[in-house]
């Protein structure tokens, strides 16, 4: 079956830099666009970035765009999320998630497969 883990979470201080890994198994990885997800304390579920099958068309949240860039390796089926200059804002679960699709979506409704999330932690 399809399984998606997250690696790369951690704690960081604000301004700093993290790299969040999401290996994928049980699945053509180059069928499928991807996409990220957050879940903060005490909050709902939030689109964070999203990148095409190809990875050439990629779509971000208005509060990461410019600090966070998703990419992906097709050969390695792994898709990648690069923080920079993080804010005590940025804390939370991050997910990856999957759907067989060309374009990556800003809806979670439209991902069918997901990963178990690895927590990300921003001190001020």
């Known amino acids: 079956q399809v399984q998606l883990v997250e690696s790369g979470g951690g704690w960081v201080q604000a301004g700093g830099s993290l790299r969040l890994s999401c290996a994928a198994s049980?699945?053509?990885?180059?069928?499928?666009?991807m996409g990220w997800f957050r879940q903060g304390p005490g909050k709902e579920r939030e689109f964070v970035a999203a990148?095409?099958?190809?990875?050439?068309?990629?779509y971000y949240a208005g509060s990461v765009k410019g600090r966070f860039t998703v990419s992906r390796d097709n050969a390695k089926n792994t898709v990648y999320l690069q923080m920079n200059n993080l804010k005590p804002e940025d804390t939370a679960v991050y997910y990856c998630a999957a759907r067989l699709s060309v374009l990556g979506s800003t809806r979670e409704n439209e991902y069918p497969h997901w990963g178990q999330g690895t927590q990300v932690t921003v001190s001020s």
């Open positions: 049980g699945l053509t990885f180059s069928g499928y666009a």
């Open positions: 990148i095409s099958r190809s990875g050439g068309t990629t």
